[in-house]
């Protein structure tokens, strides 16, 4: 078998693989992935091999979708009392993909809140996530022009990604040409305080739009992320494959409970979810 990361390969591997029926295997990032970056180099705790496709390639099925569109949930109690409990203390303990920026004082950072606020989840402009998983070709800009259409009486939250802010990837369209309609957070900050005090979230295909629904947070997403579809978030684009209502826990517990594969990049040794999350902190 072929195992790639992403979509990385070239085209020239994926025609000799059907040539020679070898299956092709593709593995990403999961979910809860370390406490420092991954374009630092940070071994992960998680990691997603699919035999199908990948989880934010949304012009086809993957494992993912598989799940989530099959899996007996509601019989299941069991996986749901883990998904709640697993969802609670990732919320109380503030934990989440990445984990590399210390705990800030929101109000130092976005001030007094006045009128109901709008974050805007900005992306790697020419992340594989985007390019797979949105029909439109969408820059950071557009969102937040967007997002500040659709909701003129209120305060626009501008979070770059992180690893454009820390100069490991290269930005595609400048914040300062939205600077006069948003609030640009030009420093680092967690996904755990950059949601308080937000009413509702944008973004194109960002994890960070499931993180915000998981805290009970209303999300808009402009491209088709695995988790759109499925009947919790307000969708521009729409995938005819997912054809399911899920709750929040079905949904958690079919992406970070059955979908991934928890390691210590130590020792090697399988986790659960659980013991990631206390390794994490």
Known sequence: MFIIWGFSEDEEIIQYAKKNNIPVYRMEDGFLRSKGLGAMHTPPFSL???KK????DSTQPSEL???????????????????QDCMKKLNQLGVSKYNHVKKKDISSIYGAK?????????????DASILKGSEKKYTNNDLVRIAAKENPDAEIIYKPHPDVLTGKRKKQSDPKEVR???KVIEEP???ADAFQT????YTITSLSGFEALIRGIPVTTIGAPFYSGWGLTDDRQFTQRRNRTLTIEELFAG???LYPRYVDPVTGSELTLEETIEKLI
């Open 180 to 182: 006069s309609i948003a």
């Open 198 to 201: 937000i009413d509702h979230v």
């Open 114 to 126: 006045k009128r109901k606020r709008i974050l805007v989840i900005g992306q790697v402009e020419d």
């Open 255 to 257: 992406a970070y409970i």
């Open 53 to 56: 496709g990948m989880y934010f």
């Open 65 to 83: 979708e598989d799940i989530l569109n099959t899996y007996d949930f509601r019989t299941d109690k069991d996986l749901l009392r883990q998904a």
């Open 189 to 191: 900050l967690s996904l």
């Open 48 to 50: 997603c091999l699919d």
